[in-house]
Structure formats: structure tokens, C-alpha cells
């Protein structure tokens, strides 16, 4: 059984920095492609960035050059590294397999505010 604990989210000011990490269980870590996505309340699910059993990585465009997504396949772990996050990045930030998600975690809280 898959399970997916995420971690990390909390309330901070436009232009700050968070660190998400989710750690995975029940799945053969380093040979699945990972990801992180959010949701914000009335909103479907969007794919923020991944990272393949290759460490290539892919970002949506909103995203790109103040995200970066890593793993450690040591410690069943993927990372999100959130840099001059914005209001519009408030979420809730859910870690999981791509393209076929798993079944999901609780996520973690992230709040900007300006």
C-alpha cells in the first residue's frame, strides 16, 4: 500500500522561502518518476514540478527558476525547494507518483501572504 506523508508547508511572506519533503513508502522509490502538485479550493489539482527515476526534472512555467524539485532515493524522500514564493502559490501541496498519481497523502498547507 502506497502511503505519502508530506511536510513542510507553513505561512510566510511573498519573497520567502519554504522547504516541502514527502516521504514514500509501499512503492519502489527510485524507480518512479515523482512529483509534487497543489490545490487551492474550487481548483483542480496541477502539477507543480517532477523529477524522473533519472533525476531529469520538468516545472510548469509559473514555477520555473524559483522551484526545484530533488530526491533522495536513500531516504525514500523528494524535496521542493520554494524560493520568492507568491501569494499565488498558496496551496495545498500534495507529493505523489506521475503520470499516475497513487492515492493521495494530506498534503501540506502553504500560505503566502503580501
Known amino acids: 500500500q502506497v502511503q505519502l506523508v508530506e511536510s513542510g508547508g507553513g505561512l510566510v511572506q511573498a519573497g520567502g522561502s519554504l522547504r516541502l519533503s514527502c516521504v514514500a513508502s509501499g512503492i519502489m522509490f527510485w524507480a518512479k518518476t515523482m512529483a509534487w502538485y497543489r490545490q487551492t479550493p474550487g481548483k483542480q489539482r496541477e502539477l507543480v514540478a517532477e523529477?524522473?527515476?533519472?533525476?531529469?526534472?520538468r516545472y510548469r512555467d509559473s514555477v520555473k527558476g524559483r522551484f526545484t524539485i530533488s530526491r533522495d532515493n536513500t531516504k525514500n524522500t523528494v524535496y521542493l525547494q520554494m524560493n520568492n514564493l507568491r501569494p499565488e502559490d498558496t496551496a495545498v501541496y500534495y507529493c505523489?507518483?506521475?503520470?499516475?498519481?497513487?492515492?493521495w497523502g494530506q498534503g501540506t498547507q502553504v500560505t503566502v501572504f503580501s
Open positions: 523529477v524522473t527515476m533519472s533525476f531529469g526534472t
Open positions: 505523489n507518483l506521475s503520470p499516475t498519481p497513487a492515492q
